[in-house]
């Protein structure tokens, strides 16, 4: 089994940054791809990042795309979103999600085996 943590989440004031962190832990760690989602209330979840583990390669929602970054540390298992020029409308739980395996789909939820428990992220205007 496969755990993750996040961490870093907070309450910042508009156009200020936040950096969240996501460490997985367990027997075996063989995730291709780890992501960030969030869910604001009453709203469905949303996408906002993606990374393969080899390689680099990563992904964006278009509502993040140029403000946030998305990067990982394979020493420390240890997946990173650094959150620039935040907005209002970013105010969410970000939750950090991963793989078991490739997995070609990795914009939706269905797509991921492992899910944190969620970081409150708030931006006041």
């Known amino acids: 089994q496969v755990q993750l943590v996040e961490s870093g989440g907070g309450l910042v004031q508009a156009g200020g940054s936040l950096r969240l962190s996501c460490a997985a832990s367990g027997r075996t760690f063989s995730s291709d791809t780890m992501g960030w989602f969030r869910q604001a209330p009453g709203k469905d979840r949303e996408f906002v990042a993606a990374i393969r583990w080899s390689g680099g390669n990563s992904y964006y929602g278009d509502s993040v795309k140029g403000r946030f970054t998305i990067s990982r540390d394979n020493a420390k298992n240890t997946m990173y979103l650094q959150m620039n020029s935040l907005k209002p409308e970013d105010t969410a739980v970000y939750y950090c999600?991963?793989?078991?395996?490739?997995?070609?789909?990795?914009?939706?939820?269905?797509?991921?085996?492992?899910w944190g428990q969620g970081t409150q992220v708030t931006v006041s205007s």
């Open positions: 999600a991963a793989t078991q395996g490739y997995r070609r789909s990795i914009y939706y939820e269905f797509a991921y085996d492992y």
